[in-house]
């Protein structure tokens, strides 16, 4: 092997904690609102599809993936029918899917139950699409859900998959989960179907909801500050939080993963890009006006105009929020 046997059995032992009966003290009680629908694919699977859960850095993936193995435990799944694995993992990388296969093999009694594959960052091992479609199509005692940062998943063009596995989009946090992290108990408010039925409610409703609502205002402005990720959310200082997000997340997008991915040469043109595009959402993108305000070149400009837009996108922010943060 390109990697000693007993190397590869210690890493799995270790990011597998319910093969020896040990538990995951860092895993958090809260779940994102993605959970039910991740735990129907593995349990009772509308159809035979992988699910592949895709986001951005930080919003939870690796969490929800993990909470989902403890789920299936909990349901009397056999501890070693699961296998998590991550291929941010130096030592999983370079003995790839099919090493990590063998290995498990190696480790637990031949057994004709349903396997369970939980594979973080599957976007670092090399042509995992094909080997995901294998694995779908001939392999149907085993159920696989995968995690992917959104950028690089973008790029290798996941519309391939169409009929061999079910994306989940796990966006940033949502208000309502971000007050279940800071356990702050939301006000009981009328229930609203849609954005028509809001309209439809009578001046006294509204004004009766706002009252009620209006202990949730500082929260709010805070969880705009503070980006909508688990990790932000969860440090005490504000400011803090803001560096974090700067530093952490959008800093190893932009300077990280984008150039790793796509070849950039020129981070600061990008970046540029990127907080022009910020300051100025919600309008028709004139490219002219861009490149002259920003002394970009078109052809550059443009590449990083394209970027600066994935990111946007996969984060999931308010652009003018962003900018004052970054």
Not at 148 to 166: N, T
Not at 238 to 243: D, I, N
Not at 294 to 299: D, E, M, S
Request: glycine share 6%; aromatic share 10%.
């Amino acid at each position: 092997m390109i990697v000693p046997q007993q190397e590869v059995f210690s890493v799995l032992r270790e990011v597998n904690p319910w093969w020896e009966g040990r538990t995951d003290h860092d895993l958090p009680k809260w779940r994102r609102q993605a959970f039910p629908e991740l735990k129907q694919w593995l349990t009772s699977p509308p159809s035979p599809r992988a699910v592949l859960i895709s986001g951005a850095r930080q919003v939870g993936k690796t969490t929800l993936i993990r909470q989902a193995a403890w789920s299936l435990i909990d349901n009397g799944v056999a501890p070693d029918q699961i296998l998590y694995a991550t291929f941010d993992s130096s030592i999983l990388k370079l003995i790839g899917l099919e090493g990590l296969l063998k290995a498990w093999d190696e480790l637990r009694l031949p057994s004709e139950e349903t396997e369970y594959l939980l594979l973080d960052e599957i976007q670092y091992s090399s042509d995992w699409q094909t080997w995901l479609k294998h694995q779908v199509d001939f392999n149907k005692k085993r159920r696989i859900a995968v995690t992917g940062s959104a950028i690089p998943i973008a790029a290798e063009k996941v519309e391939s998959g169409v009929g061999r596995w079910h994306t989940i989009k796990l966006p940033t946090l949502s208000f309502g989960e971000y007050l279940q992290i800071k356990k702050i108990q939301p006000p009981r408010l009328p229930p609203v179907r849609s954005m028509k039925n809001l309209f439809e409610w009578s001046s006294a409703k509204r004004a009766l909801a706002a009252a009620a609502a209006k202990p949730l205002v500082p929260h709010f402005h805070e969880y705009l500050l503070r980006g909508g990720f688990p990790e932000t959310a969860k440090i005490e200082n504000v400011s803090s939080a803001q560096k974090l997000l700067r530093e952490d997340i959008v800093d190893k997008v932009l300077k990280r993963d984008m150039t790793a991915q796509f070849g950039t040469r020129n981070v600061l043109e990008m970046e540029k890009t990127f907080l022009y595009l910020c300051l100025h959402d919600g309008g028709i993108l004139d490219m002219t006006a861009l490149s002259s305000s920003l002394g970009i070149g078109k052809q550059t400009q443009g590449t990083s105009w394209t970027y600066s837009r994935l990111l946007i996108w996969s984060t999931d922010f308010h652009p003018t929020d962003m900018a004052s943060r970054y």
